[in-house]
């Protein structure tokens, strides 16, 4: 069974800090996700990362797949509380089916 | 261009009741697929239709079924109600095994 955990489970941090968010898994994934959820609302894609040792930016974000394809990374710079959600991981399978990690809940105070 | 939309919002059930679930996919989506979210937790993939056929399934049980009509919409079918049912259901819609994109889900809570 392909699994993905995320790190930490939750986090609370003054805006203006930065902060990273981990996805790993013992599996290869084809591609590797992260969403962003609000309460209420169904997750919404911010990236998709296809190439072992990728990084995207999107603006303050920045996204990096492994070397291995097995984890990621979502690192965010000078947090603001707009930042404020439950940020998913989720890896595509051979059979184009997604792999959800259980989600960071993020909290950027001002 | 109409975004993936589901109903209803919220529902109550009670346990061996039985639930049906609708979402209506993006305009020229041809491809739902629907999650169980548990409070605090990831998605986790039920099913997924292509065309009217079902197309990947997930580890539910058989009493969890659904439907793809003719429009590309979508139907999830939950027969026989558990207390760990009690989830946010999501429906996905995409073109094949392209981009995903979310409807904002169906609250259920079986009491």
């Known amino acids: 069974t392909q699994l993905l955990e995320q790190s930490p489970q939750f986090l609370s941090i003054q805006e203006g800090e930065n902060l990273t968010v981990y996805c790993n898994s013992s599996?290869?994934?084809?591609?590797l996700q992260w969403y962003r959820q609000e309460p209420g609302e169904g997750p919404v894609l911010l990236v998709t990362?296809?190439?072992g040792g990728e990084v995207k930016k999107l603006k303050r974000l920045t996204f990096q797949f492994g070397d291995a394809r097995k984890d990621s990374s979502l690192h965010i710079t000078a947090a603001q509380p707009g930042d404020t959600g439950l940020y998913l991981c989720a890896g595509e399978d051979s059979n184009y089916q997604l792999i959800w990690g259980a989600g960071t809940k993020l909290i950027i105070k001002p | 261009e109409t975004g993936v939309t589901q109903s209803p919002t919220h529902l109550i059930k009670t346990r061996g009741q039985q639930v049906t679930l609708r979402c209506s996919s993006q305009?020229?989506?041809?491809?739902v697929s629907w999650y169980q979210q548990a409070l605090g937790q990831g998605p986790q993939f039920i099913f997924q239709?292509?065309?009217?056929?079902?197309?990947g399934r997930g580890n539910f049980p058989p009493r969890f079924s659904g439907l793809q009509f003719p429009n590309y919409s979508s139907e999830l079918n939950v027969n026989a109600l558990e207390l760990d049912d009690s989830a946010l259901y999501l429906c996905?819609?995409?073109?094949?095994?392209?981009?995903?994109?979310f409807g904002p889900g169906t609250r259920l809570t079986v009491l």
């Open positions: 239709y292509y065309r009217e056929e079902e197309n």
């Open positions: 599996s290869v994934f084809s591609s």
């Open positions: 305009s020229g989506h041809n491809t």
């Open positions: 990362v296809v190439t």
């Open positions: 996905a819609s995409s073109v094949g095994p392209d981009e995903q994109f």
